[in-house]
């Protein structure tokens, strides 16, 4: 597939690696607390999230798991009955199904969360926790253990092709810091401390409707100056319907660096390659874009990530 990255990616400058260095230590917490953003979550902003509720409406920000390979997903999730049901046919008594799974946690086409300890950037953690505490056994620190209560608060979906008047955002096209800042006023929400932020590219609908593309060399994302939102607002925890980050990378140097200024900086752990299409309909129905959002990663005590299926409850 062409996906005509040249000119989407040309359409703001590139970053120099002086300018996100400069960036990052500008965003960085050297000393930040043990839960990275989610400390921005309290009582109070758990008790606002659940008022958010009046339709008694819940509804999934996954995609499925998808088993089979692809342009994006060549490494895709292993799935079998370990014990398939025919083999209790014609006999009696009782007899169970039982599956197993395996993933590629941190690939191109499943909804996964990115824990604290993902990111690793000139040889530390976020917080200046040392890369040597990531062994082959597993993170010794900042796991996704680090979310066994769940992830719950205020969700705010932020939809830039609509801001556009677009269906979707071409691969290599940036969100950029005043995007959100439009995005928020065309959609009459604003973005607070303790939320969870989700940005819609429409990744998935173009990936729906003109099929898989090599993905991991071209696809919408935000902006790196656009971390800085993220920033000012306190925000708990990011999510999109891509990776999150732009490729090709507009930053010299760093293939990643939302990640990098999100995780390694701000300590905000990311939600990667969700899926909004259920989602926008009742927003737009509601004339609101601010829902209740519960987030339960799968508990992997010394995993850097895990499949994630967050809920939308408006």
Excluded: K
Excluded at 155 to 163: F, H, T
Excluded at 220 to 246: I, K, Q, S, W
Excluded at 273 to 292: G, I
Aim: with cysteine.
């Amino acid at each position: 597939m062409d996906t005509d990255t040249d000119t989407a990616a040309d359409r703001t400058p590139r970053q120099s690696l002086a300018e996100f260095r400069a960036l990052h230590r500008e965003l960085r917490r050297p000393e930040g607390d043990p839960r990275g953003a989610l400390a921005h979550i309290t009582a109070a902003t758990v008790r606002a999230a659940a008022q958010e509720v009046r339709l008694g409406r819940s509804v999934t920000l996954a995609a499925p798991v998808e088993t089979e390979p692809g342009p994006d997903n060549p490494q895709p999730a292993g799935h079998r009955l370990t014990s398939p049901p025919e083999a209790a046919a014609g006999s009696t008594g009782l007899h169970f199904a039982t599956d197993r799974f395996s993933m590629n946690v941190h690939g191109d086409a499943d909804s996964h969360l990115d824990a604290l300890c993902h990111v690793v950037y000139d040889g530390t953690l976020y917080g200046g926790v040392p890369a040597t505490t990531v062994t082959p056994a597993g993170a010794t620190a900042l796991s996704v253990e680090l979310d066994h209560d769940g992830i719950v608060g205020r969700g705010v979906l932020l939809d830039i092709p609509r801001l556009r008047g677009v269906r979707w955002l071409e691969p290599g096209d940036r969100v950029t810091l005043d995007d959100l800042i439009a995005a928020e006023r065309a959609q009459g929400v604003e973005v607070g401390p303790g939320d969870l932020l989700f940005v819609r590219v429409g990744h998935r609908l173009r990936r729906g409707e003109s099929g898989p593309w090599d993905s991991a060399h071209a696809r919408a994302g935000l902006d790196p100056a656009a971390v800085r939102f993220l920033a000012e607002r306190r925000v708990a925890l990011l999510g999109g319907d891509g990776n999150n980050d732009t490729a090709p990378s507009p930053t010299e140097g760093v293939d990643f660096p939302v990640h990098v200024l999100a995780v390694h900086a701000l300590g905000v752990q990311l939600l990667d390659y969700l899926r909004f299409e259920d989602l926008v309909p009742l927003c737009e129905q509601q004339a609101r874009w601010s829902f209740l959002c519960v987030v339960a990663p799968l508990r992997l005590p010394q995993a850097t990530g895990s499949p994630v299926n967050p809920i939308a409850i408006l």
